[in-house]
T-cell receptor, first 112, second 116 residues
Framework: GNSVTQMEGPVTLSEEAFLTINCTYT??????LFWYVQYPGEGLQLLLK?????DKGSNKGFEATYRKETTSFHLEKGSVQVSDSAVYFC???????????FGKGTHLIIQP | NAGVMQNPRHLVRRRGQEARLRCSPM?????VYWYRQLPEEGLKFMVY????????ESGMPKERFSAEFPKEGPSILRIQQVVRGDSAAYFC??????????????FGNGTRLTVT
């Protein structure tokens, strides 16, 4: 069936480290892909998105490239900050009435 | 422009009671989605509504759960005769049109339901 698989957390890094959070999906067709971020006690916020193969979404220093050949949309950041500590969700949108399908989320902890 | 407003933020109910969760979408949005987030799990789609219509309720449990989005007022997610397994964070999201790449979802801060 259709699904999103993310690397399990928590992921703990030191400030200024390089970040990669893996995300792969199984879906028919060409879904749009998203990364959402959830800060403690809050709802999800859209971080970035991409709609077709080789598209790169970017925002706040985060990037992710839509890789059709590997069905992946890995999230990267060159130098993380303590304020990046949050839960990150990968999601895809097939279109239609059921909205987004989310991964389980990856808890990121950045230590000073 | 206020975002998606959910209330209450925290709700405690004893087993067997009813829980009512409210969601006011962003101004101008007529599409509402409800998601449930269980501990250690991602968000699971529950139901998609437009004004006065349920479009897709394929993620809703068949019993005890219902949702509405009346012509006037907020969307309501209602859980009757709550059980401990209903304890979760319930998130509402809204969009201008059917959720799409160009019409992304905007989420509220959620209602955290605890059943004792």
């Amino acid at each position: 069936g259709n699904s999103v698989t993310q690397m399990e957390g928590p992921v703990t890094l030191s400030e200024e480290a390089f970040l990669t959070i893996n995300c792969t999906y199984t879906a028919t067709g060409y879904p749009s892909l998203f990364w959402y971020v959830q800060y403690p006690g809050e709802g999800l916020q859209l971080l970035l998105k991409a709609t077709k193969a080789d598209d790169k979404g970017s925002n706040k220093g985060f990037e992710a490239t839509y890789r059709k050949e590997t069905t992946s949309f890995h999230l990267e950041k060159g130098s993380v900050q303590v304020s990046d500590s949050a839960v990150y969700f990968c999601a895809y949108l097939r279109g239609g009435a059921d909205g987004l399908t989310f991964g389980k989320g990856t808890h990121l902890i950045i230590q000073p | 422009n206020a975002g998606v407003m959910q209330n209450p933020r925290h709700l405690v109910r004893r087993r067997g009671q009813e829980a009512r969760l409210r969601c006011s979408p962003m101004k101008g949005h007529s599409h509402v989605y409800w998601y449930r987030q269980l501990p250690e799990e991602g968000l699971k789609f529950m139901v998609y509504l437009q004004k006065e219509n349920i479009i897709d309720e394929s993620g809703m449990p068949k019993e005890r759960f219902s949702a509405e989005f009346p012509k006037e007022g907020p969307s309501i997610l209602r859980i009757q005769q709550v059980v401990r397994g209903d304890s979760a964070a319930y998130f509402c999201a809204s969009s201008l049109e059917t959720s799409s790449y160009n019409s992304p979802l905007h989420f509220g801060n959620g209602t955290r339901l605890t059943v004792t």
